[in-house]
């Protein structure tokens, strides 16, 4: 039998209010009260430094950060400094393995795969770097991925540009690679790719190769849903 995915599309969000609701539901997929779970959203501008990140990979001050409206957030995955905002589509999955493999860097692959199918409906040649995580274009990063496993339960996930202000990761080190690129979707083919038709293919990819049934929720639907899981109202969205 598929397992179930869930998939919710919040639209523009505040990442900790998206963090946190991962917890909620990692919680919840931990103890098998829910299935597996796609979120997709659009974050205000954020700075996220993993575990393994250096403060010093951010090049922004304080006071330039405060001007722009930036925050910064140092969180529990992988990997180390990327930027999200406006433009970017955000993907968080949070699946139990045990249902598909238990092979992290099988999950990674397969997370770019999503991607890069993708890319290819909207007629952008993408492929992996076997160095580094992720999803190019030429020698420019056009997708980040970032993970959190645990019990192998996953948690974060990955972040696709397609109209973002690439200006944003001019502060940054992103991923702390020093000679790379960044890239975006209409900096490629150099025309406006509307974000709904971005998700629609990334639903569609993450089904395929994940192998999995897409149940849709609107965000009323998910906020009610998971308030029959849990004792507590879900303020979070």
């Avoid at 993408?126 to 339960?153: C, L, M, P, Y």
Wanted: net charge negative; charged share 25%.
């Amino acid at each position: 039998m598929r397992e179930k995915v869930a998939i919710i599309n919040l639209g523009r969000t505040a990442y900790r209010d998206i963090w946190e609701l991962q917890r909620k539901i990692f919680t919840l997929r931990a103890e098998a009260k829910i299935s597996d779970v796609l979120i997709l959203n659009e974050h205000n501008h954020v700075y996220t430094i993993g575990k393994t990140g250096c403060d010093d990979h951010l090049l922004a001050c304080e006071d330039e950060l405060h001007e722009n409206n930036v925050e910064v957030y140092h969180i529990d995955r992988g990997g180390d400094i990327t930027y999200h905002g406006p433009g970017q589509l955000v993907g968080y999955p949070i699946l139990d393995l045990t249902n598909h493999y238990l092979d992290i860097h099988r999950y990674l692959r397969d997370l770019e795969e999503v991607i890069i199918r993708t890319l290819r409906e909207h007629r952008i040649d993408a492929h992996r770097d076997k160095d580094f995580t992720g999803v190019w274009v030429g020698n420019e990063k056009i997708a980040a991925i970032g993970v959190k496993v645990s019990r192998w339960i996953t948690m974060h996930g990955f972040a696709l540009n397609i109209a973002t202000d690439l200006n944003y990761f001019d502060r940054i080190i992103p991923c702390g690679i020093f000679h790379r690129g960044i890239t975006s979707m209409e900096k490629v083919s150099g025309k406006v790719i509307p974000a709904d038709d971005v998700a629609t293919s990334i639903i569609r990819n993450y089904s395929e190769v994940f192998d999995c049934d897409i149940v849709h929720y609107t965000k009323d639907e998910f906020v009610q849903y998971l308030s029959t899981l849990t004792d507590e109202k879900v303020e979070c969205l």
